[in-house]
């Protein structure tokens, strides 16, 4: 017997577990969006078509909220946030720079020491 069309984009069986599907619900999610989900492995699956309108939601989303949060920032303040990222690299850079150097010391205390025990029983 041929499976309908329909049922083929309704899944109601998990492909992997075999547990029953159920239809995901989320207000944050268009209604024309079908996605399904297993509470045995929490697989998700889309038909084609809702993930198509997934991605383009998604693609719209980021765009609608990086605009709005570029235009809703005061200058001053976007300012700021350059100032902060800029001085967080430069404290990374000098942390880093301190690693180095207090690595190199104990490299150096641990030549010394080995210097120290080697003079040691050179002179006896």
Do not use: H, T
């Not at 303040?77 to 150097?101: A, R, V």
Request: contains cysteine; charged residues 35%.
């Amino acid at each position: 017997m041929k499976k309908s069309i329909k049922s083929l984009c309704q899944p109601s069986i998990c492909p992997n577990d075999k547990s029953p599907l159920m239809l995901l619900k989320d207000p944050l999610i268009p209604k024309d969006i079908v996605i399904y989900y297993c509470e045995q492995c929490f697989g998700m699956w889309l038909p084609l078509d809702s993930l198509r309108k997934y991605k383009a939601y998604q693609r719209s989303r980021k765009e609608s909220f990086n605009k709005e949060s570029r235009e809703n920032l005061p200058k001053e303040l976007e300012e700021k946030i350059d100032l902060l990222l800029k001085k967080g690299e430069e404290d990374l850079k000098k942390q880093n720079e301190f690693e180095l150097d207090y690595k190199m010391s104990q490299f150096v205390s641990v030549v010394l020491l080995i210097l120290k025990i080697l003079s040691y029983f050179i002179k006896r």
